[in-house]
């Protein structure tokens, strides 16, 4: 099963004095969770997708990421959810992110 799964990078961790909470990614090799190789985005793919500008993209996630960042720095405790992508929550500057796991219900 694929599941999409947003790693933030070390330099946004740094920019905003966050740091993965420790044992997350020990709990997502218990709960099976496998990451694939990191995909970087591909702009020009999206932005040809939506029939926008590349720049248009790639500035709309980046400001779309700014504020997550600020979001996150806002209090001790504070969640973003961002529907099918997963929920982040912070806990005194220490993420902890939860990919949101859909599945086809069984026939059972």
Known sequence: MKVVYIKLSDGFLAQNNLQYKQGQFELEA???IIMGPTVKPNFAAMAKAVSKEK?????SLN???QLIGDLLQEGP???VDLQDFGKFSSINRQ???APLN???PSAF
């Open 30 to 32: 218990q709960q099976g």
């Open 55 to 59: 720049d248009v993209i790639q500035n």
């Open 63 to 65: 400001n779309l990421f």
């Open 77 to 79: 405790n504070v969640e």
């Open 95 to 97: 993420i902890i992110y």
């Open 102 to 104: 859909k599945q086809k």
